[in-house]
């Protein structure tokens, strides 16, 4: 099984919303981050919102904090990622992915690196129209 799998991508008008899912497998137990990425055509993989789960905190880039929310439950093996208020600048390819990373250095910068993170998902399509 592959360790990460999204879904709930599709089109939405802007302002719409999407809830984007993604199951997290056993392969992912050695880890303890837990992130969501996105990657629009011509530009670089950038950093969404992550968790390290050791502390419970949870790291947003400026881009979709206000707007996205991110979630997890455990008991159903789940992450998620509530996206409102979408803009058109929103549209790209949604990757979560997870990753090690030593608690003295956890911070904003570091959870929303891709560096981070080795395991990645085959990447859901979020499409924003005006």
């Known amino acids: 099984q592959v360790p990460l799998v999204e879904s709930g991508g599709g089109s939405v008008q802007r302002g719409g919303s999407l809830t984007l899912s993604c199951a997290v497998s056993t392969y992912t137990y050695d880890t303890n981050c837990l992130g969501w990425f996105r990657q629009a055509p011509g530009k670089e993989r950038e950093g969404v919102a992550a968790?390290?789960?050791?502390?419970?905190?949870?790291y947003y880039a400026d881009s979709g904090k206000g707007r996205f929310t991110m979630s997890q439950d455990n008991a159903k093996n789940m992450l998620y990622l509530q996206m409102n208020s979408l803009e058109p600048e929103d549209s790209a390819m949604y990757y979560c992915a997870a990753g090690t990373l030593r608690p003295i250095f956890v911070s904003r910068g570091t959870m929303l690196d891709p560096g981070t993170y080795n395991m990645w998902g085959q990447g859901t399509q979020v499409t924003v129209s005006s």
């Open positions: 968790i390290h789960t050791a502390g419970g905190s949870t």
